[in-house]
Structure formats: structure tokens, C-alpha cells
């Protein structure tokens, strides 16, 4: 692991390497901020993040962490819980204190499933795979020891193991660049196996991953999804619009006179 290149590590070996760096450069008098540290961790290296972050904040820091994991909340010593809802139903404080505090305050959800009040239901019954799969043989890219794995199709797949154990390398880098080649003439090079059977049981593949989501300043979840295509023609049709001759193309983040000229459709304004 020493000597892979660093874009190839997967988000917690990373995000231990800098937790690690900070640990040894003994600083007090620190707040350190981390946004959803747990989020792509097994369980035991969950553990090993919190006694980490613990040990930050035992040699004289302050540790704010924004995070939905269970284990971390009651491994805090304070928990500031926001509600009730997201986006224009959120933003609020709804509780402050300890766990033991929030699991006791009316209007927090997040005390309600804390007091097991509310639980998420495990399914009783599993979906059958519909006979088909496709199968991984003999992968050998970074970690991986030669393995040999099948995923039946139809069914919902959890690839588990704790972090660096070779999962996003098996799924990422072999089964996904794999059948991205070969079924969607992608140029991106696999990772090491011997071959990938099954090809003709799926007609693409498509990688839903956590990367930005545009390209510029000016995207955002309505531009992404097409959902600002139906509100530019809204507002193209109002009466002011048909009165003035704006057409749906009038009113874009891109176009002069259309978007706001104070900060050229970005949001913001930017000092450097």
C-alpha cells in the first residue's frame, strides 16, 4: 500500500493518511472540521476513526464532525441535532446535549431512532436472483489474491470488508472498467483478471458515483437532472416574458441579460 499512488487509495485509507499526519504533528488549540468522516467504513475501522478522533481532542482540540453514524454520536460529548427536515423543513436546532439527552427530547428524529422509538425494519424475506450473473475470475489488481467472484443479477449486492480490503478495486476498477470497455467502448484500463463472464446477460453498465456533479459553478441538482429545462419554459411563458420576446434560452446561468450580471451566474462573488 506504501507504494500505490495516492489516487488509487480508496476514501478511508486516505482519509486515515491525513487524520495520521495531523495526530503526529502533536498541535493543540486546533478545531478540526470533518464532513461525514465515516461515510465508505467498516465497522472496525469505524472504530478505530473515533478513537482516533478521540485522541485528537484529548492531547487539546476541539473535534466537530458532521455525521449520522450512531457509534460516533454517542462516542461525542455534545451533539447539536438540526431538523426536523431537510431542505426548507430542516434548519433548525432541535436538540442539544448528550445521547442520552437527545433519545429523551420530543421533535428529534434523530433522538427517536436513538431510543429505538423508531427503527429501520429488516426485510424478513430476500428477492430471488433471476439464474443469471456475471463473474469476476481470477482478479489480482492491487490487494486482490487471485479471486474468483460471482454477482447474481436481480438482487441487491452489499460488497463489504474493512477498508484497503480490495472492494472498490474488485467493483470499481475491474468489474465496472471492464464492462464499461466492452459493452460501452469506453478507453478506461481495467484492473488485472483473468476474464469477466456473463457480459451478455446486462445490455450497459452505468457508475453512479460521488463526484462533483458539474462542471462549472453553475450547475446544480435542477440543471443536472433536466428539472430547469421545465422551469425555463415557465418562465417563458409568463406574460412578461411573451411581452418582452424571451424565449426558454433567455433565461440560463450562461447567457448575458439573462442571469444576474453582478455575479455572472455563478451565486457568488468571488474576491481573490
Known amino acids: 500500500t506504501l507504494s500505490r ?3 488509487s487509495l480508496s476514501g478511508g485509507e486516505a482519509q486515515r493518511i491525513r487524520l495520521a499526519t495531523q495526530i503526529g504533528a502533536g498541535l493543540t488549540g486546533v478545531l478540526y472540521i470533518l464532513d461525514e468522516p465515516s ?4 465497522q472496525r475501522d469505524n472504530d478505530k476513526l473515533i478513537a482516533t478522533l478521540k485522541k485528537l481532542r484529548d492531547l487539546g482540540n476541539s473535534v466537530i464532525v458532521v455525521e449520522h453514524d450512531e457509534d460516533t454520536m454517542y462516542a461525542a460529548d455534545q451533539i447539536i441535532d438540526i431538523g426536523p427536515g431537510a431542505g426548507v423543513h430542516g434548519g433548525n436546532v432541535m436538540a442539544q446535549g448528550t445521547a442520552e ?29 433471476n439464474g443469471k450473473s456475471i463473474e469476476v475470475v481470477g482478479a489480482t489488481e492491487h490487494n486482490l489474491k ?46 488485472k483478471c483473468k476474464q469477466v463472464k456473463g457480459l451478455h446477460n446486462i445490455d450497459k453498465i ?22 430547469f429545462d421545465m422551469i425555463r419554459d415557465l418562465f417563458a411563458g409568463t406574460n412578461e416574458a411573451k411581452m418582452r420576446g424571451y424565449d426558454k434560452g433567455r433565461f440560463s446561468f450562461n447567457v448575458p441579460g439573462g442571469r444576474c450580471e453582478a455575479c455572472s451566474g455563478d451565486g457568488v462573488l468571488k474576491i481573490e
Open 5 to 7: 499512488p495516492a489516487g
Open 39 to 42: 461515510i465508505g467504513l467498516h
Open 101 to 129: 439527552e437527545i433519545k429523551n427530547t420530543p421533535g428529534s428524529i434523530t433522538g427517536d431512532y436513538l431510543s429505538g422509538r423508531k427503527q429501520i425494519v429488516v426485510p424478513k424475506k430476500r428477492r430471488k436472483s
Open 146 to 191: 487471485n479471486i474468483t467472484v460471482k454477482f447474481p443479477l436481480g438482487q441487491f449486492i452489499c460488497v463489504t470488508g474493512v477498508s484497503g480490503s480490495g472492494k472498490s478495486t474488485l467493483v470499481n476498477e475491474i468489474l465496472y472498467k471492464t464492462i464499461a470497455r466492452d459493452l460501452n467502448g469506453s478507453n478506461e484500463k481495467p484492473g
Open 206 to 227: 452505468v457508475n453512479i458515483d460521488q463526484s462533483p456533479i458539474g462542471r462549472t459553478p453553475r450547475s446544480n441538482p435542477a440543471t443536472y437532472t433536466g428539472v
